[in-house]
């Protein structure tokens, strides 16, 4: 089963402002990733965050991680119509070997 | 290599029939997953392989769902007497294995059925 929720479902925004996407999962992990995923494709690999990290930085991407809270969030800065996909956090959990992934959130960026 | 290839990338088959999908992961990693995603919803996790080795099933995988990794590198998922509710994107990824690390997966395209 699913085991991440991202928010918002879904985020429309204009081209140049920052998105952010909120994860926030149930059970204690070992590290958390999240991906892009365009319509009809597969999953690509954005940046994975360990659970004894509190932020991280790939680009135009920042990720932060709260264990206590069980959330994270992913912001996407200077956003770009090519930004425009799915987005999902992905937990890997303690003691399990493969990751869970979330419901996704839906960004659309206007050029 | 040029990352994880699964074929066909469409298969559109009558409800009953049997249908097999092929994945080819990255040669030097030895973790190979099938995941299964329908519209609007996250992968959802079917089976797992280490090298050769079928080490985790997901309750999803019904007996009418089979996977191999013959040689420990390219695997296959079949599906007998497939079921309407079958229609899905069938995705496969593989990663390394470092222990107690994680590593971030690769995915394939993916392989779209349509069960009619």
């Known amino acids: 089963s699913q085991q991440g929720e991202e928010d918002p479902q879904a985020l429309s925004i204009q081209e140049g402002e920052n998105a952010t996407m909120n994860c926030s999962y149930k059970t204690s992990i070992n590290n958390l990733q999240w991906y892009r995923q365009n319509s009809g494709r597969g999953l690509v690999h954005l940046i994975l965050i360990r659970s004894n990290e509190r932020e991280k930085h790939s680009g135009r991407l920042r990720v932060t991680l709260d264990t206590s809270k069980k959330s994270s969030s992913l912001l996407i800065t200077a956003s770009r119509a090519a930004d425009t996909a799915s987005y999902f956090c992905?937990?890997?959990?303690?003691?399990?070997?493969?990751?869970?992934f979330g419901t996704g959130t839906r960004l659309t960026v206007i050029p | 290599d040029t990352g994880v290839s699964q074929n066909p990338r469409h298969k559109i088959t009558k409800r009953g029939q049997n249908v097999t999908f092929r994945c080819d992961p990255i040669?030097?990693?030895?973790?190979l997953y099938w995941y299964r995603q329908t519209l609007g919803q996250g992968p959802e996790f079917l089976t797992y392989f280490q090298n050769e080795a079928q080490l985790e099933k997901s309750r999803l995988l019904s007996d009418r769902f089979s996977a191999e990794r013959p040689k420990g590198s390219f695997s296959t998922l079949e599906i007998q007497r497939t079921e309407q509710g079958d229609s899905a994107m069938y995705l496969c990824?593989?990663?390394?294995?470092?222990?107690?690390?994680?590593?971030?997966?690769?995915f394939g395209s993916g392989t779209r059925l349509t069960v009619v």
């Open positions: 992905a937990t890997g959990q303690t003691g399990a070997n493969n990751l869970f």
């Open positions: 990824a593989s990663s390394p294995q470092v222990r107690g690390l994680g590593y971030g997966y690769t």
């Open positions: 040669s030097e990693h030895n973790r």
